[in-house]
């Protein structure tokens, strides 16, 4: 598909200076009116005729965000655009898996802000380095402030994003010349697609989101038990994990464990000590991780991002929800199974359980998932594992 690149809009003419009617909030956000910045009222942001050359995606982060990114990028990228993707620096392994991605601009949003101060010169030639390009569209897929903040460094003719409806932080919309409304309970893949199609001006696709990365067979007998998370309500009990690794072995597989906190790994090494077989790995980065995913047998894993990378690889996954809702951000794959708990208050989408029992008792881990039981783990791991050898 031919593509154009748009001319930067006329500057505007000089404008008589404000009275006093003008208030402190009027001339705060004046800046961000100028054409430069992609104007902050949809009517100064010029439409787009057809896919932009260029495009400079923001979407730094978390890993699970990323994974669901790639359908959308694989979409644009086959309609002809021309894009550069500004992720956090721990997540450029997974950006980099994008077929089609020209650049990755890698940021560390999470490691300056720690340590300001010693980073200026990481923070100096970042801002140069978005400042160099022109592109005719930034669009931020995070609708976060950092973000929309960030899209601003660049040089765009026309800057887009999610609308207000759409939104997790309304004021990062004031940085956009063009806002799309997409479903709020759509699957996270899905609203990144009907977001990258509305704002590059294509249909938006129907089909099944495909992740464009290069899979294969397995090459290695490993089970991957991704036991660790973020929120303590996605854990699952230890003595279920320990089940899990047990019926693994049986099968002929060696249950391997990761780990990326003194915590994390405390847990693997106890559910090694009952189960021989298993192995703890050392801890990785994540392109071992990468490697690691991509050559194995299964994946089981509660609701995190190597779980979301496992099935975005092609490999037989089964994810484990409680707090957080499979229809909106669960796990795509042709393999990919997403096993969710029974209880009328999953999924509640918060860090702390307030289930009675739980309460009343003060359980380290929420019923939901204490209420899943390994056999039915098991049993949907066996059948994915049959599907790709009858595939």
Not at 151 to 161: C, S
Not at 261 to 273: N, Q, T
Not at 299 to 309: E, I, K, R, S
Request: aromatic share 4%.
């Amino acid at each position: 598909m031919s593509t154009r690149t748009l001319e930067l809009p006329a500057a505007h003419p000089p404008r008589p200076r404000a009275g006093r009617a003008r208030t402190a909030r009027r001339v705060r956000w004046r800046w961000l009116r100028e054409p430069r910045c992609g104007g902050v009222a949809g009517r100064r942001a010029r439409p787009l005729g057809c896919v932009p050359m260029r495009v400079l995606l923001v979407k730094m982060s978390s890993l699970g965000d990323v994974v669901h990114t790639l359908p959308a990028v694989r979409d644009a990228v086959r309609q002809g655009a021309h894009i550069d993707w500004v992720v956090e620096e721990a997540y450029e392994p997974v950006a980099a898996l994008a077929q089609g991605v020209h650049a990755i601009v890698p940021v560390a949003i999470r490691r300056w802000r720690r340590q300001p101060l010693r980073c200026l010169g990481e923070i100096r030639a970042a801002c140069q380095h978005l400042r160099r390009g022109r592109y005719d569209l930034v669009l931020d897929a995070q609708g976060l402030i950092k973000s929309a903040l960030v899209g601003l460094l660049a040089r765009g003719t026309v800057r887009a994003g999610f609308d207000r409806t759409s939104i997790r932080e309304r004021a990062a919309t004031l940085a956009y010349g063009r806002r799309v409304q997409v479903p709020r309970h759509a699957h996270a893949a899905m609203r990144l697609r009907t977001l990258f199609a509305q704002a590059m001006d294509y249909e938006v696709p129907t089909g099944t989101p495909h992740f464009g990365i290069a899979g294969g067979r397995a090459t290695r007998d490993h089970a991957v038990l991704l036991h660790g998370a973020a929120w303590s309500t996605k854990l699952w009990p230890e003595r279920h994990w320990i089940d899990v690794a047990r019926r693994a072995a049986a099968d002929g597989l060696t249950p391997t464990l990761l780990w990326q906190d003194p915590l994390e790994r405390a847990r693997a090494e106890r559910i090694a000590d009952a189960e021989p077989r298993a192995e703890v790995c050392e801890r990785m980065d994540l392109t071992g991780a990468i490697d690691l995913l991509g050559a194995s047998r299964l994946v089981v894993g509660v609701d995190t991002g190597l779980a979301h990378l496992g099935a975005a690889m092609g490999r037989p996954t089964v994810m484990l929800f409680g707090p957080t809702d499979p229809r909106r951000t669960g796990c795509l794959g042709e393999r990919a199974v997403n096993l969710n708990s029974e209880l009328p208050c999953a999924p509640c989408l918060s860090r702390r359980c307030r289930h009675p029992d739980a309460v009343a008792t003060s359980r380290p881990l929420p019923p939901c998932l204490a209420g899943v039981a390994p056999e039915a783990v098991w049993r949907l791991a066996s059948a994915a594992m049959q599907r790709e050898r009858s595939g």
